[in-house]
């Protein structure tokens, strides 16, 4: 493990007025992992990270304690190369840090053998070859008691097993990522917004990158503002819709079965027997307390992220419990039915839930976008924000999908790809 800096030792000696080799804006998930890998391909030179609230923050996307990591994506194809990559990653990050960022408990997927899902997720293990365990109920039942057996009716429970699944810490993640670039000499500025960035505008075409701390100017910039895309670039608006995701913990009389060593992160769907899915995801107890299980067919619209303060204090957390009260005990047995925590939060989605992450045509590979995340960008963010950093320092990159591409045109549903879910 590398002994860090104090957190706080090189973030405020930047200057307004000065010239970077390389800007990021926003360093929240991709954009602290850009900072951190810019400094990897591009030693010694001059990296500055802005972000408009504190270092790490309950306002981003990442906020919520835990994501889910799966290898089996049933989303499959160009996916696939990418989450192996990005597992190395936070093996590497948790190797460097000394802390669990990155979780190894593993994923597991229950339902019937033959919903959509499950199918489509055994399709793709086939094709890749992918490690995994399939149980059947009577197995799902000795393994992990902690799932209650289907109504009565219902089409039996089934598991597939993702060894390589497991559960991301995502605060920790940001903070380790800033972290590892900082060590490294990146500057990060916080507390501080971007109000624009001008491609060509400042000396020599450097970008200049205005900020209510003052102006900088760029040779490359690597804007990763999240779901607040639309204020930089008012044109994605249109091919990005910024979704409020609520997260859920309940309690468990007895937390056993719910601990880490006793259960993977999970993803549970029942068929009704009036043909309703339910569906619920969520990770092991992480406090020993309570546990996250929330509810991934809840989904609003926010017109912008800052638009979430309203309903904070709304009237959806009873909605929520109202809801999915009934549910919470029909997933796990020895569950108290009333969340003992809620928490709202958002994430930017593309029509076909690619992101957005490649250079922005027309301005000479000096410009790179990363966002669109589509509730999927967490498990990716070392590798997305490694893509990123390759874009800006080579102006290519040889992982990147082509199905990425910053959206000139409508993208539309592609073919080619299974959109991507939450988680
Ligand atoms: C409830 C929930 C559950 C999820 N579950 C999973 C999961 O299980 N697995 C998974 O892989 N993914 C999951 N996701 C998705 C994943 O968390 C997101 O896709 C990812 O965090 C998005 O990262 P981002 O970098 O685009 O945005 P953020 O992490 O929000 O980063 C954007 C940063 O830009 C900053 N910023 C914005 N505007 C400015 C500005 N003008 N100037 C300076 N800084 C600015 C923001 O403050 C923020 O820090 C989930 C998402 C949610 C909301």
Not at 259 to 287: K, S
Request: proline content about 8%; overall charge negative; glycine content about 10%.
């Amino acid at each position: 493990m590398n002994t860090p800096t104090t957190p706080d030792a090189t973030r405020h000696d930047a200057q307004p007025g000065n010239h970077y080799d390389y800007v990021v804006v926003g360093c929240g998930t991709i954009g602290s992992m850009a900072l951190w890998q810019l400094t990897d391909i591009a030693p010694g030179a001059s990296v500055l990270g802005i972000e408009r609230f504190t270092r790490v923050h309950t306002r981003g996307s990442y906020a919520g304690e835990s994501r889910l990591f799966r290898v089996a994506l049933k989303e499959g194809g160009i996916y696939i190369p990418l989450v192996q990559r990005a597992r190395e990653m936070w093996l590497e990050m948790n190797a460097r840090s000394g802390r669990d960022i990155f979780l190894p408990v593993g994923a597991v997927s229950v339902g019937p053998a033959d919903f959509p899902t499950m199918v489509q997720t055994m399709k793709v293990i086939e094709e890749f070859g992918l490690d995994h365990e399939v149980l059947d109920s009577a197995a799902l039942a000795e393994r992990f008691p902690v799932f209650a057996p289907s109504a009565p009716g219902a089409a039996a429970d089934t598991a597939i097993l993702d060894p390589a699944g497991g559960g991301i810490r995502p605060e920790l993640a940001v903070a380790f990522a800033q972290q590892f670039a900082l060590d490294a000499g990146a500057r990060l500025w916080d507390n501080t917004r971007v109000l624009s960035v001008e491609p060509g505008a400042g000396p020599a075409g450097a970008t200049v990158v205005r900020t209510d701390r003052g102006v900088v100017t760029a040779s490359k910039v690597i804007v990763a503002n999240g779901s607040w895309a639309a204020d930089l670039f008012p044109g994605l608006a249109h091919h990005i819709s910024v979704q409020t995701i609520p997260l859920t913990w309940y309690l468990p009389l007895d937390i056993t079965g719910f601990l880490p060593q006793n259960l993977p992160i999970f993803m549970r769907d029942i068929v009704r027997d009036n043909g309703e899915i339910w569906h619920c995801y969520g990770a092991p107890t992480l406090d020993g307390y309570s546990v996250k299980i929330s509810h991934g067919d809840f989904a609003g619209d926010a017109d912008t992220p800052d638009g979430l303060e309203e309903l904070r204090t709304g009237v959806l957390p009873e909605e929520i419990t109202r809801v999915f009260s009934e549910r919470t005990s029909t997933f796990f047995n020895g569950m108290l039915d009333a969340p003992v925590r809620i928490s709202l939060h958002h994430d930017g989605f593309t029509v076909d839930h690619a992101p957005v992450l490649g250079l922005v045509p027309g301005f000479d590979g000096t410009l790179t976008v990363a966002t669109g995340m589509s509730g999927n960008g967490m498990k990716f963010a070392p590798v997305y924000g490694r893509i990123a950093a390759e874009l800006a320092v080579t102006g290519e990159s040889a992982v990147r999908p082509s199905a990425f591409d910053y959206p000139t045109t409508d993208r539309g549903p592609s073919p080619a790809i299974i959109p991507a879910t939450l988680h």
